[in-house]
């Protein structure tokens, strides 16, 4: 215990083209983490002035264990594996090179685990999202509903989309994910994390909780449609993988493949098909790649946790072109409200 306590913890960062908001990651991060930890930045093919920015601030922080890799872009999930391999601290957290913690976030993140005797597989806190300049918070997006107990207590309510917790907002032993070979589905765009996140979880056999929000996600007004393609699917293949994951190596736990199989893969399904309604994309080639990569079988026993979850799923049923033009008509007259509402 002696030794978990006086080592902090390593922070893995993935960095693409991110000059933008590097300075501001960064100062939070050292003012979140104790100071024996570790901080790997990964270059994934930066071509923008963030390689620069990075070995700036290691030069003007030389009293911190600042690492800084360069690879050819590889995407994300590579970039995180890539600072699994590095990391030599007993726990280990990710961060995106836009986002910001709070003062002393991982600081009370290891101590709140380290307060479970042989310390907790995982510790995890709440987050609010925030606008692209962190100036307000987005109200509707405050995450602060906190399970607490095994890996299997928490993976329940996450799934059935009862509670939810970012990649960021998290520490994990490391020990954990080297003893199952848990890494990042490489060329996974959207979904990897959950993907990862759930799988630690499923190997938790203690998972402790900050029940506060202690971390700020930042939403960018590019985020969602600016580089909206059939990539948006990765999410739900995410999703099956986990499925046949949980099929091979927890077998006995029934109600893990319901939830996954009812619940989780169709809600992935529906919320990229939303995306593109939303943004009035065409229906046609967004149905073929449903149908071919037999998403819609997914969809027949699906269940809803919400009201709005219900509607979208029984609309699909009359037709996947009503819930479509629905869709798009609330998104038209949102647009037409705002449009007004400056005049």
Request: charged letters at 20%.
């Amino acid at each position: 215990m002696e030794l978990m306590d006086t080592t902090g913890v390593s922070i893995i960062i993935p960095m693409h083209n991110a000059q933008r908001f590097l300075h501001e990651c960064l100062d939070s991060l050292l003012e979140s983490v104790p100071a024996q930890s570790e901080i790997i930045i990964i270059d994934d093919g930066s071509t923008d002035q963030s390689v620069d920015i990075c070995r700036e601030y290691i030069a003007l922080h030389q009293g911190w264990d600042i690492q800084l890799v360069s690879q050819e872009n590889q995407g994300v999930s590579a970039a995180r594996n890539k600072g699994i391999s590095l990391a030599t601290r007993p726990y280990i957290g990710f961060l995106d090179s836009d986002d910001v913690c709070t003062p002393h976030m991982h600081q009370r993140l290891l101590e709140t685990a380290l307060s479970a005797p042989g310390g907790a597989d995982l510790c995890y806190c709440g987050f609010t999202c925030y606008n692209q300049d962190m100036s307000a918070p987005v109200k509707a997006l405050v995450y602060n509903n906190f399970v607490s107990g095994t890996g299997f207590d928490v993976f329940l309510p996450f799934v059935r989309d009862k509670m939810y917790f970012g990649i960021s907002t998290y520490l994990v032993k490391r020990s954990l994910v080297e003893e199952h070979g848990l890494r990042f589905t490489v060329g996974c765009k959207y979904g990897e994390d959950d993907e990862f996140t759930l799988k630690c979880l499923l190997h938790a056999a203690h998972v402790l909780v900050v029940p506060e929000s202690l971390f700020r996600y930042r939403i960018s007004q590019y985020s969602v449609t600016s580089n909206l393609s059939l990539h948006r699917f990765d999410s739900t293949h995410a999703a099956i993988r986990l499925r046949d994951y949980v099929r091979q190596h927890f077998p006995q736990s029934v109600a893990f493949l319901r939830a996954l199989s009812t619940i989780y893969i169709p809600s992935c399904i529906l919320n990229s098909f939303y995306l593109f309604a939303q943004d009035g994309q065409p229906l046609r080639p967004v149905m073929r790649y449903i149908k071919d990569n037999d998403l819609d079988q997914c969809l027949k026993g699906a269940r809803a946790t919400t009201a709005s979850g219900a509607l979208k799923i029984a609309l699909w049923h009359v037709s996947p072109w009503l819930l479509y033009t629905s869709i798009y008509a609330k998104r038209a007259m949102t647009r037409s409200q705002h449009e007004k509402a400056k005049k």
